[in-house]
Antibody
Framework: QGQLVESGGGVVQPGRSLRLSCAAS????????MHWVRQAPGKGLECVAV????????YYADSVKGRFTVSRDNSKNTLYLQMNSLRAEDTAVYYC?????????????????WGQGTLVTVSS | DIQMTQSPSSLSASVGDRVTITCRAS??????LNWYQHKPGKAPNLLIY???SLQSGVPSRFSGSGSGTVFTLTISSLQPEDFATYYC?????????FGQGTKVEIK
């Protein structure tokens, strides 16, 4: 089934940087695209970044484009999110999630499993 | 970007009630629509994928339907453990997007 464990969250001042990690186990990590999703306090869920299974393609939400970088080390089964120039509005719980898919006439894709989340607080 | 409009934003219901939540996409997403249940302090839990496929281990009182731009999640008989926030997620586009969420509260 698979398991994901995030780490690296904490309190950071505006303008500073932080790197999140997501350790994967129980599945063949390099077979899957991976996503970062966040939830700000009192708000809904937002996809912030996706990286292809081999790292060849990466896409970002407009809210983080140019400041956040997603990467992966398939030899270590680990996903990363480098967050630079952090702002108060980046305060959120950050989740990593695996993208699964189904081909054929009923093709579909979905996120499962998810990690438990790591809290990032941007505050002076 | 594909926008997902979810309604209602909240609802109050009693145990045993039938509950329906709707998501509308700003353009066709075929059947690339998933439903999640989210409780505070926990990871979102996949209920329905591909618009109508029930995730393994999820009770059969949950069902999904729709295709194209309009989708629904139905809980046939609300149970105490179902009080939570529900989100739809479109995975048709390169960067998926969520609906705004529906908070299901106890009446």
């Amino acid at each position: 089934q698979g398991q994901l464990v995030e780490s690296g969250g904490g309190v950071v001042q505006p303008g500073r940087s932080l790197r999140l990690s997501c350790a994967a186990s129980g599945f063949t990590f390099n077979d899957y695209a991976m996503h970062w999703v966040r939830q700000a306090p009192g708000k809904g869920l937002e996809c912030v970044a996706v990286i292809w299974y081999d790292g060849s393609n990466k896409y970002y939400a407009d809210s983080v484009k140019g400041r956040f970088t997603v990467s992966r080390d398939n030899s270590k089964n680990t996903l990363y999110l480098q967050m630079n120039s952090l702002r108060a509005e980046d305060t959120a719980v950050y989740y990593c999630a695996r993208e699964k898919s189904r081909d054929g006439p009923h093709s579909a894709s979905w996120f499962d499993p998810w990690g438990q989340g790591t809290l990032v607080t941007v505050s002076s | 970007d594909i926008q997902m409009t979810q309604s209602p934003s909240s609802l109050s219901a009693s145990v045993g009630d039938r509950v329906t939540i709707t998501c509308r996409a700003s353009e066709s997403i075929r059947r690339y629509l998933n439903w999640y249940q989210h409780k505070p302090g926990k990871a979102p839990n996949l209920l329905i994928y591909g618009a109508s496929s029930l995730q393994s281990g999820v009770p059969s009182r949950f069902s999904g339907s729709g295709s194209g731009t309009v989708f629904t999640l139905t809980i046939s008989s609300l149970q105490p453990e179902d009080f939570a926030t529900y989100y739809c997620l479109q995975s048709y586009s390169t960067l998926p997007t969520f609906g705004q969420g529906t908070k299901v509260e106890i009446k």
